[in-house]
């Protein structure tokens, strides 16, 4: 077996609400076979894998997947089971996997959900999914050999957030905020554009530098805090030994040596008395130091967040308790086992180290690492008590003195921190704080204060119960309960949805609130391009949901980023479906219009409850997804539009009192219940030339409808919309040029029921004997779609010339405009036809076979080039609009589906397929 592919969707997608692997795998030799075929496989696999045996399949009960093994069953799929154990042994909580055939034989993809905090772009998943692959062909073989594990397991480890990370993505997610992950680091980003906020573990983006630099250097912070009257122990800083001797002869021993800009309680030195072992002190921490008195008493930290300490814990450094049979060596690995343990921080328990500290520790108590204690007998191994050095904790949040919390509440306000670890040697946190005098010693206090506390001794105390640590951060980051979001409309549709989406933004651009736009052109922020590219996908979504200067989004949402990277946000306000119709049948395991309807059908699933689906009634796929369970439209607020007003869907809808926009008697109108409302002229509409192109009414229909569900206001929408401007705002979509006695009309069209439409339109404006065309189609496209295409330009052009783009999307150079040319030969045999090298040429051509009062339809890749050439050649914007060439414009009802002929037999086998 072989992975061909592997992908990461890192966001809700088509089999799962959650980030997901699909791995393309070939079976090779296996093709066809079952497990059933080789005797004593699952013998010989659950020797390797027992935990196989509890897997539920599609049993629903533990022994489910064992009893498939048995009967038969292929082996894609074991590798789907397999993958998901070797997940659960390395610490991945997951437990969804699925496998589908592919259509092609022997070719499976193998979907398995991932960890909703792992990094976007983990090694884990490939790794995983390799070793799963390598023990199923070895149990094929006979050779089963588990190995790796652990090299696989210390991976996921160090990519893992860490603790205190994991507890603020959990807060935020309980909570609906969206969380983002940037890579493996503990950065993450929650909530959406200008309500977004961001955090480092336990440091926000609201954190001082100041503060930070404050704490980090702690002689400045002893400073601080003595002139504020703090009480904080006797001492100071040393740079040298013989200034770290001579602050133990004036404070007197024992003394506590530490770095100076430490952290993580290392190279940190307590109970030093004499001159040698400050000397040695010194030495490891580095040369820059601080020296002050030991406090008698307890070890505590306090944490603060927002003005408010949340938490509590006293804090016991590393030991071991002796059962009077087991060395002190073999003690500790009894407790590094615990699977709390783990190195550094990336459990709640940090492993024990025996290093030289542990064993000057164990002299100072006259044992070493081969002593067996007695039975009950703690061994202390450490003297500081930090986490990181492998210590405990134990919560003391509900008995902490008030005095201590005013204290702690105040040092954290001298420090200037908004999240701050105070760290307090006291007897008792429950006692009053003994008074501060110049002539009395400090026999309690402060001894540290820490920026970006760990939070694990409060998330998982080994005595005492835990504090959801993380939500008080969460909440203090986002107060009153906001849940982070800004408006969202999510855009999806076969054809329109560029258009729609650009419509949609710019009638919002009348809120006072700042847009961010994403479409097939790229991405832009309150009107300017900031990004040129293919921009409909979870990449660029992402792009502008963490801006923090937008305030509102518009996404067009295409089948490519849904399919190959899942959706870039998790819910949405408004969903809009523009239509379903046959486009990139063929790819992505697309092969029928159904296909393609399941996947848009995910931007209705993800409109959050109570939200907004903007639906086309006068496409029967839109129509149908109100009846998919996960789309909920119990749940939703549907508001449909259309170009038919008696449409029955259109009349049944009003009648219960709801909203549908719609075309009627030459208005586009906002119906609520029997209340019609006229919006503007569809002959007053940018871009329906006067309504020769009715499915621009159908776009701006469904814009309209969007801006409204946002909040949006009526006479807003209406004066937007009338000066919307397409060759500007909307440049290649049906955008009229002229040159000379010719007319140009740039298009994207690009499949059946696209093409239909602008011809339908040129038809209306000027005949279909003024018609040339300049074409060009991807060379993704299945064969048979191709066809239909050319079918329907056969239809409607009189001269035609064919090109290649440079990109020929996996096809030979010409292939598809020799294709192209060889059907609409077949469709009409007299058709002049010719092709030509690239798009210059191909324009070129075109005009030289138009006449005047000719209109040149030209289809293209790329809209920049393209607009550059026509500049060069003379192109200018048409100032005036064709006189519609047909005695009147058709009614209403009649525009959903004129022209029929255009499509006709070209595509009624495609759709059929």
Same mark, same amino acid.
């Given at each position: 077996m ?7 969707l ?9 980030p997901?692997?699909?791995a393309?795998?070939? @079976?090779?030799?296996?093709t ?10 699952t013998?010989?696999l659950?020797?390797a894998l027992p935990g196989?045996a ?6 629903g009960a533990?022994g489910?997947f064992v009893?498939?093994?048995?009967n038969?069953?292929?082996f894609?799929?074991v590798?789907?089971?397999v993958?998901?154990e ?14 589908l ?6 070719y499976?993809?193998v979907?398995?959900e991932?960890p909703i905090d ?5 090694r884990?998943p490939?790794?995983l999914?390799? $070793? ?15 190995t790796?594990?652990?090299s696989?397991a210390?991976l996921?480890e160090?990519e893992?957030a ?7 993505i ?9 969380v983002?992950?940037?890579?493996d680091l503990?950065l993450? +980003? ?5 309500r977004?906020r961001?955090?480092w573990?336990?440091?926000?983006d609201?954190?001082s ?8 250097d702690?002689?400045?912070?002893r400073?601080?805090?003595a ?6 122990p006797?001492?100071?800083?040393a740079v040298?030994a013989?200034e770290?001797v ?17 952290r993580?309680?290392?190279h940190v030195?307590?109970?030093?008395g004499t001159?040698?072992?400050v ?9 820059d130091?601080?020296?002050?008195r ?9 944490l603060v ?5 949340v938490a ?8 071991v308790t002796g059962?009077g ?9 009894r407790? %590094? ?9 990336s459990?709640?328990l940090?492993r024990i ?5 542990v064993r000057r520790?164990?002299?100072?108590q ?6 067996v204690p ?12 930090n986490?990181?050095?492998g210590g405990?904790s134990r919560?003391?949040?509900?008995? !902490?003195h008030?005095?201590v919390?005013?204290?702690c509440l105040?040092v954290?306000a001298l420090?200037?921190?908004d /999240? ?5 040697r006291?007897?008792?946190?429950a006692?009053p704080?003994?008074?501060v005098?110049?002539?009395?010693d400090t026999t309690?206090?402060?001894i540290?204060?820490n ?5 694990r $001794?409060?998330l ?6 835990s504090?959801?640590?993380?939500d008080?951060i969460?909440?203090a980051?986002?107060p009153?309960?906001?849940?982070g ?7 999806t549709?076969? %054809?329109?949805?560029?258009t729609?989406a650009?419509?949609?933004a ?6 006072g609130m700042? !847009?961010?736009?994403t479409?097939?052109?790229?991405v832009s922020?309150g009107g300017?391009?900031i ?5 409909t ?6 792009m502008?949901?963490g801006d923090p200067a937008?305030?509102?989004?518009v996404?067009e949402t295409?089948?490519?980023?849904l399919?190959?990277r ?11 479906i523009?239509n ?5 049948l ?8 159904d296909?393609?309807a399941?996947v848009?059908a995910l ?7 109570g939200?907004?689906l903007v639906?086309n009634v006068d496409?029967?796929w ?7 369970p996960?789309v909920?439209?119990?749940r939703k607020?549907?508001?449909w539009f259309?170009l038919?007003a008696?449409h ?8 219960q009192?709801?909203?549908a926009y !719609?075309?009627q008697d030459?208005?586009l109108v ?9 919006l ?17 009414a159908?776009?701006a229909?469904a ?6 569900a ?10 937007r ?6 060759p ?7 955008t ?5 006695d010719?007319s140009l ?10 093409l239909?439409?602008t011809l339908?339109?040129?038809h209306?404006l000027w005949?279909?004997d003024r ?6 189609l991807?060379g ?7 066809a239909?295409?050319?079918?329907? $330009?056969a239809?409607?052009v009189?001269?035609?010339? @064919? ?6 999307r ?6 598809v ?6 059907? $609409?030969?077949a469709r009409?045999?007299?058709l ?6 690239g798009?210059r040429?191909?324009?070129v051509e ?13 289809l293209?890749?790329? /809209?920049?080039?393209? @607009?550059?050439?026509l500049?060069?050649?003379?192109a200018?914007?048409a100032?005036t ?10 009614a209403?009802?009649a525009?959903?589906s004129p022209g +029929?002929?255009l @499509? ?5 086998a495609? /759709? +059929?397929r």
């Open positions: 072989k992975i061909e592919t592997l992908r990461r890192r966001g809700p997608n088509v089999y799962l609400s959650r997901a692997v699909v393309r795998l070939g @079976l090779g030799e296996l066809g076979r079952e497990t059933s075929d080789l005797p004593g496989f013998e010989r659950l020797r196989l509890d897997h539920h399949c599609a049993a533990p489910g009893s498939r093994l048995r038969g069953t292929y894609g799929h590798t789907e089971h993958s998901i070797l997940s659960q042994l390395i610490g991945r909580d997951v437990s969804f996997g699925r496998t055939a592919t259509g092609e034989p022997g499976y993809d979907i398995v991932c792992e990094a976007p772009d983990s884990v490939r790794r999914l390799q $070793m799963a692959v390598d023990l199923v062909t070895g149990t094929v073989d006979g050779t089963v050999e588990l790796g594990l652990g696989l210390a996921a160090r893992a860490g603790p205190s990370t994991r507890a603020i959990s807060a935020a997610r309980r909570r609906g905020i969206p983002e992950r940037s890579g503990s993450i +980003r929650l909530g959406w554009g200008n977004r961001l955090a573990a336990a440091m926000t609201r954190t530098g100041v503060a930070v630099d404050i704490a980090g702690k002689q400045v912070t400073r601080l805090l002139e504020a009257g703090v009480p904080i006797d001492g100071g800083a040298t013989e770290a001579r602050l133990l002869e004036e404070i007197g021993g024992p003394v506590v040596i530490k770095p100076r800009s430490g993580q309680g290392r030195t307590l109970d030093l001159p040698s072992d000397e040695r002190a010194f030495r490891e921490a580095g040369g130091v601080i020296v002050e030991q406090l008698p008493g307890r070890d505590y930290r306090v967040v927002a003005g408010e300490v509590a814990a006293e804090r016991i450094a590393a030991h059962d049979r087991s060395t002190v060596a073999s003690l500790v690995e407790v %590094n086992a615990d699977p709390r343990r783990g190195p550094g921080h459990r709640v940090t180290e025996v290093d030289d500290a520790e164990l002299a100072r006259d044992r070493d690492l081969t002593w007695p039975a009950g007998q703690v061994v202390w191994l450490r003297r500081n008590a986490l990181s050095t405990t919560d003391v949040t509900e008995r !902490v008030p005095d919390a005013d204290l105040r954290t420090v200037g921190l /999240i701050a670890g105070i760290d307090l006291l007897p008792d946190i006692e704080l003994p008074p005098a110049d002539d009395v309690a206090g402060v540290e204060v920026a970006v506390p760990g939070l $001794m409060h998982a105390p080994v005595q005492g119960r504090h959801d640590v993380g008080a969460v909440r980051m986002f009153g309960g906001s849940d979001r800004i408006p969202t409309v999510a855009v549709g076969t %054809n329109g949805k560029t729609v650009r419509l949609t710019h009638l919002l651009g009348d809120t700042r !847009v961010g736009l479409t097939t052109d790229g922020i300017r391009t990004f040129r590219a293919d921009a996908g979870p990449v660029s979504a992402q502008v949901l937008v305030q509102m989004a996404l295409a089948r490519g980023g399919l190959r899942g959706l870039g946000y998790d819910w949405s306000d408004v969903g809009v523009t379903i119709t046959a486009d990139h063929g790819q992505d395991g697309l092969d029928t219009i296909d393609i399941h848009k931007v209705a699933e993800r409109v959050r409850d939200g907004t639906l496409d029967p839109v129509r149908n997804l109100v009846e998919r996960r909920r439209a119990d607020r549907i508001v259309g038919e008696r029955p869907v259109i009349t049944e809808h009003l009648a009192g709801r909203t !719609v075309l030459g208005w906002q119906a609520t219940g029997a209340r019609r409302t006229p503007l002229r569809v002959a007053e509409l940018p871009g329906a030339y006067g309504g020769a192109a009715p499915h621009a159908a776009n229909l814009a309209v409808a969007a801006a409204r946002l909040g949006a206001g009526q006479e807003e929408v209406v004066r919309l009338a000066e919307f401007d397409p500007v705002a909307n440049p290649g979509r049906a009229l040029l002229r040159l000379g010719v009309f740039v298009d994207y069209a690009h499949n059946p029921a696209a239909a439409a339908r339109t040129l209306r005949g279909p018609c040339v065309a300049a074409v060009t991807p993704d496209r299945r064969d048979d779609l191709l239909a295409c050319a079918q329907v $330009m239809d409607g009189a001269r035609a010339v @064919l090109y290649d783009d440079e990109d020929p996996g096809r030979a150079p010409d292939e405009s020799a294709l192209v040319e060889r059907e $609409m030969r009409r045999p007299k002049r036809a010719v092709r030509a090298q798009c040429n191909a324009v075109a005009l030289r076979l138009a006449e005047p009062g000719d209109v040149v339809l030209i293209y890749e790329k /809209i920049s080039p393209l @607009l550059a050439l500049a060069e050649l003379g200018v914007p100032d609009m064709p006189v519609l060439a047909l005695p009147s414009t058709p209403p009802g525009m959903a +029929r002929d @499509l006709g037999s070209a595509s009624s495609l /759709i +059929r």
